[in-house]
């Protein structure tokens, strides 16, 4: 039985490498590195970085599209490698699906809106009759903001917005505990954007789910999520609570993405600290922070030895060095 303070997704020192090159020039992409993270029940976090940080990556290993090259994923307290058999990974996959950045390609252009919701419906609630399917692809239908009409258009038939919206239908569909959104409205008009915001806070609201919003936008971050995971070179480098994180960043690469969020106040400049866009290296990266070759902070220590999550304030950590160091047993710091 579920513990009742058990997180309902937890991943313990998550890390999937991809083999590159052939022959004797093969390395080895380190996409994503030792990454742990929790999500609770009816919570919203968000997955902030850059594009390349490894964000999609992660979605895409919880979704168990990939499998970690090491390290653990527990739904409810139990291992994912602990599933056996079809209809435990259809289980799984029923209660977290994904939606993902393009709207069109994530529907089949040959059918009717219906298709996918109803085809999820018998999937994943085989015991429900037909008017009952019918019934429920209109509630899920309702739930993300359209009428039931939608469900007898094509997908060409509907706008960006709309068949967005149609996504998230498709993942109600399947009874989910937790979606993936992996950045689902920057395909989209900016005056739009804040509607599919405001449908996923809905949902947690009214279908209990919780979500795991995958995105390189910290201001739409900030309007909808309760936590914040910062994501850079494969590695999370900082986490806490959004407003706590936001308002006292201890990483210097949250700071860089604080400082690209538009201000009409600001000057027309750029700080010359900020403005390096050296990428990570990550295709056999050597030890040391993946940060420091833009980092205004950084030390002799950053090129040597990897920067792990230390705490810095209450529920909220960063991997730094020089802002959050590592606490010696003498209570000094490292």
Same mark, same amino acid.
């Given at each position: 039985?579920?513990?009742?303070?058990?997180?309902?997704?937890?991943?313990?020192?998550?890390?999937?490498?991809?083999?590159?090159?052939?022959?004797?020039?093969?390395?080895?992409?380190?996409?994503? !590195?030792?990454v742990?993270?929790?999500?609770?029940?009816? &919570?919203?976090?968000?997955?902030?970085?850059?594009?390349?940080?490894g964000?999609?990556? #992660?979605?895409?290993?919880?979704?168990?599209?990939?499998?970690?090259?090491?390290?653990?994923? #527990?739904?409810?307290?139990?291992p %994912?490698?602990d599933?056996?058999?079809r209809? +435990?990974?259809?289980?799984?996959?029923?209660?977290?699906p994904?939606?993902?950045?393009?709207?069109?390609?994530?529907?089949?252009?040959?059918?009717r809106?219906?298709?996918?919701?109803?085809?999820?419906?018998?999937?994943?609630?085989?015991? #429900?009759?037909r008017? &009952?399917?019918?019934a429920?692809?209109?509630?899920?239908?309702?739930?993300v903001?359209?009428? *039931?009409?939608? %469900?007898?258009?094509?997908?060409?038939?509907?706008?960006?917005?709309?068949?967005?919206?149609i996504?998230?239908?498709q993942?109600? +569909?399947?009874? $989910?505990?937790?979606?993936l959104?992996?950045?689902?409205?920057?395909?989209?008009d900016?005056s739009?954007?804040?509607?599919?915001?405001?449908?996923?806070?809905?949902?947690?609201?009214?279908?209990?789910?919780?979500l795991?919003?995958?995105?390189?936008?910290?201001?739409?971050?900030?309007?909808?999520?309760?936590?914040?995971a910062?994501?850079?070179?494969g590695?999370?480098?900082?986490?806490? *609570?959004?407003?706590?994180?936001? /308002?006292?960043?201890r990483?210097?690469?949250?700071?860089? %993405? #604080?400082?690209?969020?538009?201000? $009409?106040?600001a000057?027309? !400049?750029?700080? /010359?600290?900020?403005?390096?866009?050296? $990428?990570?290296?990550?295709i056999?990266?050597t030890?040391?922070?993946?940060?420091?070759?833009?980092?205004?902070?950084?030390?002799?220590?950053?090129?040597?030895v990897?920067?792990?999550?230390?705490?810095?304030?209450?529920?909220?950590?960063?991997?730094?060095?020089?802002n959050a160091?590592? $606490?010696a047993? !003498?209570? +000094?710091? +490292?």
């Open positions: 039985m579920t513990e009742p303070d058990t997180p309902l997704l937890e991943l313990r020192g998550i890390t999937r490498h991809f083999k590159v090159g052939t022959g004797l020039s093969r390395r080895l992409l380190h996409a994503v !590195d030792d742990d993270l929790s999500i609770g029940a009816r &919570e919203i976090v968000a997955l902030v970085g850059e594009s390349g940080s964000k999609s990556t #992660l979605a895409r290993l919880v979704a168990q599209v990939h499998r970690p090259t090491k390290g653990d994923i #527990l739904y409810q307290g139990r %994912l490698s599933q056996r058999g209809r +435990a990974k259809l289980a799984y996959r029923g209660a977290v994904m939606v993902f950045q393009d709207p069109f390609s994530s529907l089949n252009p040959a059918y809106v219906s298709h996918g919701i109803l085809r999820g419906i018998t999937l994943h609630q085989p015991r #429900l009759g008017a &009952e399917r019918q429920e692809a209109e509630r899920v239908t309702e739930a903001g359209l009428g *039931p009409e939608v %469900l007898g258009r094509y997908p060409y038939e509907l706008s960006g917005g709309q068949r967005q919206r996504g998230f239908a993942a109600l +569909a399947h009874r $989910p505990r937790l979606i959104a992996d950045e689902p409205v920057s395909m989209l900016v739009i954007r804040i509607g599919l915001l405001n449908v996923m806070a809905e949902l947690r609201e009214t279908e209990g789910v919780s795991l919003y995958i995105t390189h936008d910290i201001a739409s971050a900030r309007y909808l999520a309760d936590r914040i910062v994501m850079y070179g590695h999370i480098v900082e986490t806490g *609570p959004t407003e706590e994180v936001l /308002a006292h960043p990483h210097p690469y949250t700071d860089l %993405l #604080l400082s690209a969020v538009p201000d $009409p106040r000057p027309l !400049d750029v700080d /010359a600290a900020t403005a390096k866009s050296d $990428p990570p290296v990550v056999d990266p030890p040391g922070c993946r940060f420091r070759a833009r980092c205004p902070l950084a030390v002799d220590v950053c090129a040597h990897t920067p792990r999550l230390n705490p810095v304030a209450a529920g909220h950590t960063a991997a730094c060095h020089v160091p590592v $606490p047993a !003498d209570g +000094a710091t +490292a």
